[in-house]
């Protein structure tokens, strides 16, 4: 008489790899999800500007016009910047859990989380310049603005260090078309 066998149960490195895998879903939802308000502040910004074109183009000659465009075109920068900053995010974690992106530039190309934390450093760091901006251009005198901008400041140069400080930590490559001291043909 021969016994049947117990269907077998999944191993546990089976187990752990589909746990694993199911992590990909996971980020694929941050992805989208940044993906997601990366598109709405790109439309939010082109309402903005429609409105505020609008009213400069009805307001033209008044004596404040010139000064609420500067202003609104800074603020629009900002937001267009924060935009931008969530789609680097998005194509980022794209490229690091899902697969590596086609038909985009080779700026943001993402071989590692240092390149996609050096290009956030960047859009940072911009973003907290113009966001300062912002606030001079409407600055009206007194000493409320300088503890604003030490802040302001101090928080770019904290970043830059860092940067600096990971720029140092990763091994250099050599760029397509561009090569190092060491690169051999």
């Given at each position: 008489?021969s016994?049947?066998?117990?269907?077998?149960?999944?191993?546990?490195?089976?187990?752990?790899?589909?746990?694993?895998g199911?992590t990909?879903l996971?980020?694929?939802?941050?992805?989208?999800s940044?993906?997601?308000?990366?598109?709405v502040?790109?439309?939010?910004?082109?309402?903005?500007?429609?409105?505020?074109?609008?009213?400069?183009?009805?307001?033209?000659?008044?004596?404040?016009t010139?000064?609420?465009?500067?202003?609104?075109a800074?603020e629009?920068?900002?937001?267009?910047?924060?935009?931008?900053?969530?789609?680097?995010?998005?194509?980022?974690?794209?490229a690091?859990?899902?697969?590596?992106?086609r038909?985009?530039?080779?700026?943001?190309?993402?071989?590692t989380?240092?390149?996609?934390?050096?290009?956030?450093?960047?859009?940072?760091?911009?973003?907290?310049?113009?966001?300062?901006?912002?606030?001079?251009?409407?600055?009206?005198?007194?000493?409320?603005?300088?503890p604003?901008?030490?802040?302001?400041?101090?928080v770019?140069?904290?970043v830059?260090?860092?940067?600096?400080?990971?720029?140092?930590?990763?091994?250099?490559?050599?760029?397509?078309g561009?090569?190092?001291?060491?690169?051999?043909?």
């Amino acid at each position: 008489m021969s016994r049947s066998r117990p269907p077998a149960a999944p191993s546990a490195s089976r187990t752990l790899a589909r746990a694993f895998g199911f992590t990909r879903l996971i980020v694929e939802l941050g992805v989208l999800s940044s993906f997601v308000f990366s598109l709405v502040l790109f439309i939010a910004a082109i309402g903005q500007a429609y409105r505020t074109l609008g009213d400069a183009f009805r307001h033209l000659g008044e004596e404040d016009t010139t000064k609420h465009l500067l202003v609104a075109a800074v603020e629009q920068a900002d937001t267009l910047l924060v935009g931008v900053a969530l789609l680097i995010i998005s194509l980022g974690l794209q490229a690091l859990f899902i697969g590596e992106l086609r038909n985009v530039p080779a700026w943001l190309h993402v071989r590692t989380f240092d390149d996609l934390k050096q290009k956030l450093i960047g859009v940072v760091i911009t973003a907290l310049a113009v966001n300062f901006f912002a606030v001079a251009l409407e600055w009206t005198g007194g000493t409320e603005i300088l503890p604003y901008g030490a802040a302001v400041a101090a928080v770019i140069l904290a970043v830059g260090a860092y940067s600096v400080v990971l720029r140092g930590q990763t091994p250099e490559r050599v760029e397509e078309g561009r090569p190092g001291e060491d690169a051999h043909p």
